[in-house]
């Protein structure tokens, strides 16, 4: 099993993430879908990932 975490690093808390059988870009998007989803004004802020192919990967 893999998970993707997205974490409010101001607030020091995990604010989107997803679980998968897969390390695959579709789980990557799935947690940040959810905080986009789950937050009411994101036009500030700043994703950074550290090293991963699902993260560098094109979906077609």
Do not use: C, E, P
């Not at 690093?9 to 695959?24: E, H, L, Q, T, Y």
Request: glycine share 4%.
């Amino acid at each position: 099993m893999y998970t993707a975490f997205t974490i409010d690093m101001f607030a020091r808390a995990i604010v989107g993430w997803k679980v998968s059988s897969r390390m695959n870009t579709d789980m990557v998007i799935a947690a940040l879908n959810q905080v986009i989803t789950d937050r009411n004004n994101i036009k500030d802020v700043v994703h950074h990932s550290y090293r991963g192919i699902q993260y560098l990967s094109i979906r077609r």
